[in-house]
């Protein structure tokens, strides 16, 4: 007979692999399936949805006083912003940002708390954080054989999450760092950083640019340490909001957040890179 916590594990493992197995589906059949506009709405819902922790968290469980609605609406309108401006950053972009900081500053002014600056830079903070972060899939998707960009930047940061998640659970005896998370090891690490390589060499023929075996393994290598950077951001931020997960939207999973985490890295910087080549 197994153990309550073995029986935990496995059924937490079996829930996380049945929901990685329905986005992933879900992806896939939007990115390869749908348009531009229909993987901009998505993308746009996936932020939304992952602001909303990240401001509850720290609304809820910090006593941050944090703008909601106006945050929510900023963050929502920046995707969208990036859509219609066909994944360029043009000044409309920019310009959006700037205003949305004067109307929380407006906002605070009715507002008697001696935390209102705090609430101010981390509703700012959240809104490029994660919807900013997130809409540079957008701006790939509309690069040059944006579709199999998108579906590589995805595949490579998730081989690290599932490398990481793997070894780490079944071999991890030293932890990384564990006063942000303990549950993570350097055996964890290395093996996200061994999937994300492998999985970088295997899509390397497939893209509309093929990478040298050089280059494929040093960015292979560079979004799974991106990845893992990510995912101990949010960690951290859990870890300030005394929080296990940010939500309980996804079984076996938690939150929309842990699920984009390691994303929120990888897109800007890996659209950057390609804008170099393309």
Known sequence: MKAPAAESRALTFARRVATSTVLIGGIAAVLFRGNVFVFSVVVTVFSGLALYEFLTLLRNDAGIPVSMVAGMLMGVAIPIVVYLEYGYTQSGEILFLVFGCLFLFVLQFFRSTKQSLI????????????????????????????????????????????????????????????????????????????????????????????????????????????????????????????????GGLLPGMGGVMDAVDSVLFTAPIFYFHLKIYL
């Open 119 to 246: 609430g101010i830079a981390l509703t700012l903070f959240g809104i490029l954080y994660v919807t900013w972060f997130l809409s540079f899939l957008i701006k790939i998707r509309f690069l040059y054989g944006g579709v199999a960009w998108v579906a590589y930047l995805i595949a490579v940061t998730k081989a690290a999450d599932i490398g990481a998640y793997c070894v780490g659970t079944l071999v991890g005896r030293h932890p990384l760092i564990p006063h942000i998370s303990p549950k993570k090891s350097v055996e964890g690490l290395f093996g996200g950083f061994a999937f994300s390589v492998l999985a970088s060499l295997a899509i390397r023929p497939h893209l509309p640019i093929v990478f040298s075996i050089p280059h494929a393994v040093i960015l292979g290598f560079f979004i799974a340490m991106l990845g893992q950077i990510g995912d101990l951001s949010e960690s951290l931020m859990k870890r300030f909001c005394n929080a296990k997960d940010s």
